[in-house]
């Protein structure tokens, strides 16, 4: 199996490695299965303390998300264990499991910056509306206290230091860029893309079912809006349907960055920035030149998606690659296939 991911990526050079490869294969009911069970276990986890443990509620809200980080935790943990036992990986040596799950050191300012930058454009609209609203408070503070001025520097970098120790102390800050991305994407990508290609499901395949996957885990959250929502069904279910869409549509690119670099760095960070930035902004009031921004954007974001994607950026060499399951080219065939 070791010899089959490092020498045939995703390529048919080799046919003896591709029916190996189809040997140790684990089968499409199986790979589901798992899956399933894999996005299961991350909510119901979070409930366990309650549901199955029967321990008393937490004093505080602070309290209430750590109880929940931990429980991310340990449903990570058991997908990562069990996840080697249904590859058919043949070696428990630690720096080639990583590599399954994509976590590698080389390449990593590519699998970082790119995929980053990738998704800004997605985001033109909100960073040119975030630009105007920054230019008014300058002008503001310009007007206000005579123009621009060491104190005034000074008071800036201050309000600014401030506003980061405040954030950095919110436990919503860490479930919104540490711990959801990071559990996350450890389960719905580094676990769960091997198993459904090991189990003979192409690429576009994956990136259908992985956010399938992802969309379900969120459903846990009906409730807490139904009860929001004074218990009005209608509205909580147009608010989690459009929720469901938008983890979908990420879910799916989230899955196209994993499956094209091979690191896991490259989901991580889109993921992190797109909770930073939230839904991007297609039109404002304030300019018209909010959308225009947000088209040329997504216009870039189409014509760049697969020169900045490409594997040949983010590995040495796709024909005997380092990458997770030795899949770095962008194929719809498999070598089960």
């Keep these: 199996m070791s010899q089959t991911m490092s020498?045939?990526?995703?390529?048919?050079?080799?046919q003896s490695s591709a029916m190996e490869f189809q040997n140790d294969a684990v089968?499409?009911?199986?790979?589901?299965?798992?899956?399933?069970a894999m996005a299961l276990l991350y909510v119901v986890t979070l409930y366990a303390p309650t549901v199955l443990l029967r321990l008393p509620p937490p004093s505080s809200f602070t309290n209430y998300m750590i109880r929940r980080f931990l429980c991310a935790v340990v449903s990570t943990t058991i997908s990562l264990f069990l996840s080697p036992l249904i590859l058919p990986v043949q070696t428990m040596d630690l720096p080639y499991i990583l590599g399954v799950y994509g976590i590698r050191m080389d390449h990593m300012w590519q699998a970082m910056v790119l995929p980053l930058a990738l998704t800004s454009l997605m985001y033109a609209g909100s960073l040119f509306l975030k630009s105007l609203l920054l230019l008014d408070f300058m002008r503001h503070h310009?007007?206000?206290?005579?123009?621009l001025s060491f104190d005034s520097f000074k008071c800036a970098s201050t309000r600014f230091i401030d506003w980061l120790s405040a954030i950095s102390s919110n436990v919503l800050t860490w479930r919104n860029y540490v711990v959801a991305p990071l559990?996350?994407?450890?389960?719905?990508r580094a676990c769960m893309i091997p198993i459904l290609f090991c189990g003979g499901f192409k690429a576009y395949s994956a990136m259908i079912l992985c956010p399938?996957?992802?969309?379900l885990a969120h459903l846990n959250h009906f409730m807490e809006i139904y009860v929001k929502q004074n218990y009005r069904i209608r509205k909580a279910a147009m608010i989690i349907g459009l929720q469901l869409g938008y983890t979908v549509i990420f879910g799916s690119y989230a899955s196209f960055l994993f499956i094209r670099t091979g690191h896991l760095a490259a989901p991580l960070v889109a993921h992190v920035y797109c909770n930073f930035m939230g839904l991007p902004v297609l039109y404002s009031q304030r300019s018209g030149i909010v959308s225009l921004a947000f088209i040329m954007g997504f216009l870039g974001f189409l014509w760049l998606l697969f020169p900045m994607t490409s594997p040949d950026l983010y590995n040495d060499r796709i024909d005997n690659c380092s990458c997770?399951?030795?899949?770095?080219?962008?194929?719809?065939?498999?070598p089960m296939s």
């Design 7 to 14: 020498s045939s990526p995703l390529g048919f050079q080799q």
């Design 27 to 36: 089968s499409k009911p199986i790979s589901l299965i798992a899956c399933i």
């Design 142 to 147: 310009t007007a206000f206290d005579g123009g």
């Design 183 to 188: 559990t996350e994407e450890l389960v719905f």
């Design 212 to 215: 399938i996957f992802f969309s």
């Design 324 to 334: 997770w399951q030795g899949y770095c080219s962008w194929r719809e065939k498999m």
